[in-house]
């Protein structure tokens, strides 16, 4: 008898809460990196995801208690790290940044306030897209400071070591205001492959 693949979790519009898992912990903090989107960019990963989609490359992170809480101190780290003219954004990762928008929100509010659109903002997560926009408050208001979104549950089915900034096919690099501004999913126009 052939036994069947188990996948990634898929979760209910509003089911996974980050008020009801996030602990505010962070897994790592990795400023001045190549690989977590375009350019020079300081990478936030934080603690716990709920997807637990077989193959994932960072299974620590998906325990929210794993690493330490996110702390003041870091924070103004990272805004020092990413004034240096060189560095091009910050980066979101875990774990999953949509179960930490209270960690993820007041750090993004931060660096717009304090650098415009001059620095961008990168995130990845295991939500599509259309899960994103009937979830919860806190993940549209996330979404909202966003400009570039990797969407979709990484599936080892899809995998393919090829692809730019995704580790399966089935994911897609997402420029989040003109998807907002035109209510359709517009890839982002820097795509290779």
Known sequence: MQQRMKGPNNPTPKEWLASEHSLDYVADYKPFNFVDGEGVRCSLYV????????????????????????????????ITDLSQDYVQGLTLLGGEPFLNTHVCIQLCKRIRREFGHDKDIWSWTGYKWDELLKDSDDKLELLSLIDILVDGRFLESKKDLTLQFRGSSNQRIIDVPKSLAQDKVVIWDKLVR
């Open 47 to 78: 603690s716990g995801c709920l997807f637990h989609c077989p193959g994932c490359y960072n299974v620590a992170a998906q325990n929210f208690h794993y690493g330490h809480p996110y702390t003041q101190d870091l924070e103004d780290q990272i």
